[in-house]
């Protein structure tokens, strides 16, 4: 009891040291993590021109921008992408913005219009867009949010149109703003006169060139500080981001010869058909060569990976490494196995007929609703669906110049409307299975009927041409893949590395493992493609990750087999360092210092004298202009040209240090441009040459001036 009494009473002073402590405990993992005290929340992707864009707005555009680009695109593809147009809506807007540029109503419907004025959904009997039609698609949107409607045979909801509409309204408030940019920029009289002048002024000199090459490289040293000092005085050409070097091994899980013949015995038991399996259990296998149920033989019982197709094919169809000997069979053999294209196939000749190679037909389509690519226009059922094409079917029976009338009328296939609904001569196989079948199976003059994914199509058959030999396959095809133990094997050699890296030299152990270190430099936060191995953006993660320590070895599983990496250097965000910089730096220092060279051992004031004593010749170049700085013989030199203008007529220059070498020159010969009586031409081209500037380096200059902050990598969206 006496203890609890001195508790009750010491109360408030326990109360303060529980605080206290658990302050401490906040502060100490703020400091632990120091971007909770600097950085901005982990809600907000990036900060540009003083915008917030979240986590939430930009993942939703991913996932939308995934959907459009289609599973091909890599995540970090997608993401990069919106990326970009993030970046550029928020630094247009900021111009939007200052100057109070906006798209109103009058323009926002001229835009829509532009863009729907081909969609066959907005327009009347007339073929012109009604815009009633398009008011009342978005009402029906509205009304039905948010559940999808069809818009171009696509679903849509309406918040997608709302996205649609902001898109078309983003697109015309850019050309608004880059057309006020263009529309302030004019080529005046003056700077006509002096384009004309660069162009038509001519100069013909005398030169001699004392080429840098003429000084051997290893008469010059750069010296690591003469870098050091050039990054210094050249800062801005030389930031940098942060990056990660790694070097890494493969090991590549490949079936082994043993693997193979695992495969290829299992395709013999298909060909040969067999009585008792592998156990010595009764298994009857049928021989594929009598085998009557193709489909549930290749596709069920031999699990093939190539499936059946119940079609004729031509010789240019077949497997290429095989093509000769699978056209020469009789019906019922069966040729394999063959190696193709990573896998091992037997193919067994079904049938053989002769088929035309190329056909000519016109057609109706009557979609029905539910159809593919049908319109929300489309309300009949297919049965009624079929009526209308029977119907129409019966009337062309009897009257076929009705053909085109009734194409114009009910086919839906816009692609064939303004051919009288023509497919002109064209391969088989180029249709979908029941329309191919209707065109090549039958003969020139048919007209029928064909039901497909799309609809009813009343087709006419108006010509076939070509025909030769046809075969129809079947093939079992089993890939070509490790097996189970020879997985494990490569995983142990994988594992066995990883740790023998981590005890001793990694380039060591991988020449004792005869395998190739690789190494891969300069990776940048949000790269994800590794020469070599391609998409791995987990390794990327891994070298940047903050306890990533220089020397770290980690396994990573790629498609067919492993990585094993190890963090090489940590490069900090800011100047390129010394090493980096040497193969860009050092050539312009070696210039600069061979030109010292050069200066100090001439002395003579004359051409003559100067090839002379360099034992070169005095060369002549005749017509140079400003506007092209090349002299013939010497190469670009734009600095040298720039000098020639600005002398007399046989005076002669002092040394000129030019991009190939330094050289002397004397004017010959001044041709002024021909004076015109207006140059106006010539200022229409200089304004023609600004407005197309604008396009290719106006958003450019504005992102650059733009403040962005990136957090993508602090975010962990990348």
């Not at 632990?32 to 939430?56: C, F, H, M, W, Y």
């Not at 009557?292 to 169809?317: G, P, Q």
């Not at 009257?399 to 114009?408: A, C, M």
């Not at 958003?699 to 001036?705: G, M, Q, S, W």
């Amino acid at each position: 009891m006496a203890v609890l009494n001195k508790i009750r009473q010491r109360s408030l002073f326990l109360i303060l040291i529980i605080a206290m402590a658990l302050f401490a405990f906040v502060l100490a993992d703020l400091f632990k993590n120091s971007d909770a005290l600097t950085s901005k929340s982990q809600n907000i992707v990036a900060t540009i021109n003083g915008k917030d864009i979240t986590r939430e707005d930009f993942l939703q555009k991913v996932e939308r921008a995934q959907s459009q680009m289609g599973p091909t695109a890599t995540n970090t593809q997608v993401m990069n992408r919106v990326w970009d147009q993030e970046v550029r809506l928020a630094v247009l807007e900021t111009q939007y913005e200052a100057l109070g540029v906006s798209v109103e109503k009058d323009q926002m419907r001229d835009l829509l219009k532009n863009a729907l004025t081909t969609s066959p959904e907005f327009l009347n009997e007339a073929g012109l867009f009604d815009e009633n039609k398009l008011n009342e698609f978005i009402a029906n949107l509205k009304e039905i949010s948010p559940n999808p409607g069809f818009f171009s045979g696509q679903r849509i909801t309406y918040s997608d149109w709302i996205n649609f509409e902001k898109s078309i309204a983003a697109n015309g408030l850019q050309q608004n703003y880059f057309n006020m940019v263009k529309a302030g920029l004019t080529g005046t009289l003056a700077e006509g006169e002096l384009e004309h002048k660069l162009e038509g002024d001519k100069v013909d000199i005398k030169f001699v060139q004392v080429p840098y090459a003429s000084i051997s490289d290893s008469i010059v040293k750069v010296s690591k500080s003469d870098i050091e000092n050039y990054i210094k005085d050249n800062k801005k050409q030389f930031e940098v981001e942060a990056t990660r070097d790694f070097r890494f091994v493969e090991f590549k899980e490949v079936a082994s010869p043993e693997d193979e013949k695992a495969i290829k015995k299992e395709l013999n038991s298909y060909v040969n058909g067999r009585l008792v399996d592998e156990r010595g259990a009764k298994d009857t296998l049928v021989a594929f060569s009598k085998v009557t149920k193709h489909d549930e033989y290749v596709n069920l019982i031999a699990a093939s990976e190539v499936k059946f197709n119940d079609r004729f094919v031509f010789k240019s169809s077949l497997p290429a490494i095989a093509a000769d000997t699978i056209y020469k069979l009789n019906v019922g053999d069966v040729y394999g196995p063959y190696k193709d294209n990573g896998l091992y196939k037997v193919t067994k000749v079904v049938a053989v007929k002769q088929v035309p190679d190329s056909a000519k037909v016109r057609h109706i389509l009557i979609p029905f609703k539910g159809a593919q690519s049908a319109g929300p226009d489309v309300v009949k059922d297919e049965a009624g669906a079929k009526n209308t094409a029977d119907s129409l079917l019966s009337i062309l029976k009897s009257n076929r110049s009705k053909f085109p009338e009734f194409v114009t009328k009910f086919s839906s296939d816009q692609g064939s409307v303004e051919k009288e609904g023509r497919y002109d001569w064209h391969p088989y196989n180029t249709m979908v299975p029941e329309f191919n079948d209707f065109e090549f199976e039958g003969k020139t003059g048919d007209l029928g009927v064909v039901k497909t994914a799309f609809g009813f199509h009343i087709i006419e058959v108006e010509g076939q041409k070509d025909k030769k030999k046809a075969v129809k396959v079947a093939t079992i095809a089993k890939k070509i893949e490790p097996s189970e133990a020879t997985g494990d094997k490569t995983f142990r050699e994988a594992s066995n590395f990883e740790i023998n890296a981590g005890k001793g030299d990694f380039e060591a152990v991988s020449k004792e493992a005869n395998l190739t270190s690789r190494p891969v430099n300069g990776v940048k936060a949000l790269d994800e493609n590794i020469p070599g191995i391609g998409n791995q953006r987990p390794i990327v993660r891994w070298a940047f990750e903050e306890d990533a320590e220089i020397g770290d070895i980690k396994r990573f599983n790629i498609p067919g087999g492993y990585v094993i990496a190890q963090l090489v250097a940590k490069h900090k965000e800011g100047l390129m360092s010394v090493k980096d910089a040497t193969a860009r730096v050092s050539p312009k220092l070696m210039k600069e210092k061979k030109a010292k060279l050069i200066r100090e051992r001439v002395s003579v004031s004359t051409l003559e004298d100067l090839a002379a004593a360099e034992k070169s010749t005095v060369k002549t170049a005749n017509g140079v202009a400003m506007k092209n700085p090349t002299i013939s013989g010497a190469g670009r030199e734009p600095l040298v040209v720039g000098a020639a203008f600005g002398l007399k007529t046989g005076e002669t220059s002092k040394l000129i240090d030019g991009a190939n070498g330094v050289y002397m020159i004397r004017v010959e010969k001044v041709t002024p441009a021909v004076k015109l009586d207006n140059y106006q031409a010539a200022a229409n081209r200089v304004e023609q040459q600004k407005s197309s500037a604008v396009n290719s380096k106006l958003f450019n200059a504005l992102k650059e001036a733009a403040e962005i902050e990136d957090n993508r990598v602090k975010t962990q969206i990348q």
